[in-house]
């Protein structure tokens, strides 16, 4: 039986945090000084800047870092966000078409972007690549001027952080090499976005930034800050920036385009941020309905290891229906999208599995792909469509039946009588939960004394053990409640009624 000590212990054990005062420092990346130096010279020279973002919640980030940087000092600079649709992930030979520039920063991509760069060195422009994902090979690099990536840096000490993350990094080593008084700390409301969005593990150094940064949100010190504080009306965590503010930055890109996302974040007053606030959550609730209109046409085959569907999908959300589908049965997927050229899609995985590296061991059938051990993207032509779910089956093979386990961080049964607001106190100290530092979960027996139906399939309970009574909610269960359950759940708040609960996650 666990008790709120031996919580505090487990939870205590099981996190890397660092003061703020000991983040690694900006020049243990490889190549920042030559970067930042470059970029100290393009300045001096009243140079054409152009920072190349992505439209995911991290390149958004990125590049509003990067813009909110640079116009402190500086005017000839311009923010570029490929369309999805047309231009395609990050910076390509398509997307250089419509770019005029002596100095080129790609930010939260470029790491793979080896024809690109070959377009630079014939134009004569100088391209610095700042990336967080998986390189090909630390060997086979992209042909620019300067690449900024921890995966490409041994000396840097912590490999998962997320592309602004690096941006951040880059503007530090600027400030440094320009003198300038530009105070980072305004940037770490929105790197704690990023970080939580890209999913990051929060131990370490995302940990303590997002520590920072979610207590600068929370003050609303800016007008993308107010808007959402506003729309919410509480106290933002982990879990609410990883499922509510998360996917409507998201959506902009995956339905629309991700520069409304951009000028939220860069939003100038109160009223424009919470216009284009409402905006993005009218798109978020498009997203979910093409989303859901897609899962119900897809068959899966459930003999197969590893899920390929392809379709006439929206390109937009292939990455979120491949993550539904990871859920629901346990397997790597790739979900691809129809296109002229053939299939564009996007992969998710779990546990153990390393879908970057199988989807690399495929790179002879592939026109394009990137990522990194729990996501990817791919293109191909249809022609070797056959041969990918014929490869990927096989390879996954070589896992164990334990590797595509997804942890449940269920951390024992836990007594009633240990349940109360000093348990509370301790669980929050241990904030931010997400991908490192996952929320914890606990078991236990009881009798249902009360039930209630919220709405729908939504219930509150009143749980009885030992003399001990607790308030219990569940949500989309469509059954009868026994009159003892065991059950699985964690530990939360009811800031309306003031009270302790315990949120069920399943009957067991």
């Known amino acids: 039986m666990l008790t709120k000590d031996k919580i505090r212990r487990i939870l205590s054990n099981r996190i890397e945090e660092l003061s703020s005062l000991n983040l690694p420092h900006f020049s243990l990346l490889n190549d920042i000084t030559k970067a930042s130096l470059r970029i100290k010279k393009a300045v001096e020279k009243k140079e054409k800047i152009v920072v190349v973002g992505d439209y995911d919640v991290d390149g958004v980030v990125s590049s509003s870092i990067m813009h909110l940087f640079f116009k402190n000092f500086y005017d000839n600079f311009e923010i570029v966000i490929p369309d999805r649709f047309d231009e395609g992930y990050g910076l390509s030979p398509k997307l250089l078409e419509r770019i005029k520039a002596d100095l080129i920063i790609t930010v939260d991509n470029g790491i793979t972007s080896f024809e690109a760069a070959k377009i630079c060195k014939e134009k004569g422009i100088d391209l610095i690549i700042t990336d967080h994902h998986t390189p090909v090979s630390c060997d086979n690099l992209p042909k620019a001027y300067a690449i900024v990536n921890p995966k490409t840096s041994p000396d840097f000490p912590f490999k998962e952080i997320c592309g602004a993350e690096v941006a951040w990094y880059l503007c530090a080593a600027l400030k440094h090499q320009m003198k300038l008084n530009t105070d980072l700390r305004e940037f770490l409301d929105m790197l704690s976005i990023a970080v939580i969005a890209d999913v990051m593990p929060l131990t370490h150094m995302n940990r303590t930034l997002v520590n920072m940064g979610l207590k600068r949100l929370n003050r609303a010190l800016k007008p993308f800050s107010a808007a959402i504080k506003r729309f919410f009306q509480k106290e933002l965590k982990s879990e609410d920036i990883a499922f509510q503010v998360a996917p409507r930055l998201n959506a902009a890109g995956r339905v629309s385009h991700a520069s409304l996302a951009f000028r939220f974040l860069i939003s100038q007053n109160d009223e424009e941020a919470f216009k284009l606030w409402l905006e993005l959550d009218g798109i978020n609730n498009k997203r979910k309905e093409i989303e859901k209109n897609i899962l119900e046409q897809i068959k899966i085959d459930e003999s197969d290891g590893f899920l390929v569907v392809e ?184 800031d309306y009624n003031n009270e302790i609960q315990l949120i069920i996650e399943e009957i067991l």
């Open 311 to 494: 379709g006439d999908f929206h390109e937009g959300v292939v990455g979120i229906i491949a993550s539904r589908l990871v859920h629901r049965y346990k397997k790597p997927a790739i979900v691809l999208s129809k296109t002229a050229e053939g299939y564009k899609g996007s992969g998710r995985s779990l546990g153990n599995i390393d879908i970057f590296e199988m989807v690399e061991e495929c790179s002879d059938i592939l026109e394009g792909f990137g990522g990194h051990k729990m996501a990817c993207g791919l293109k191909l032509k249809e022609k070797n469509l056959k041969f990918l779910k014929e490869k990927l089956n096989e390879k996954v093979k070589k896992y164990q039946k334990e590797d595509f386990y997804i942890e449940d961080f269920v951390l024992g049964e836990l007594p009633f009588k240990e349940i109360d607001y000093d348990l509370y106190e301790i669980l929050k100290e241990f904030e931010p939960y997400g991908e490192g530092n996952p929320k914890p979960k606990f078991t236990a027996e009881a009798k249902v004394e009360y039930v209630y139906n919220l709405k729908d399939n939504h219930y509150k309970l009143v749980l009885s053990q030992e003399d001990c009574f607790l308030p219990a909610v569940i949500f989309n269960f469509d059954e009868d409640f026994e009159e003892y359950i065991k059950f699985k759940f964690s530990v939360g708040f009811n």
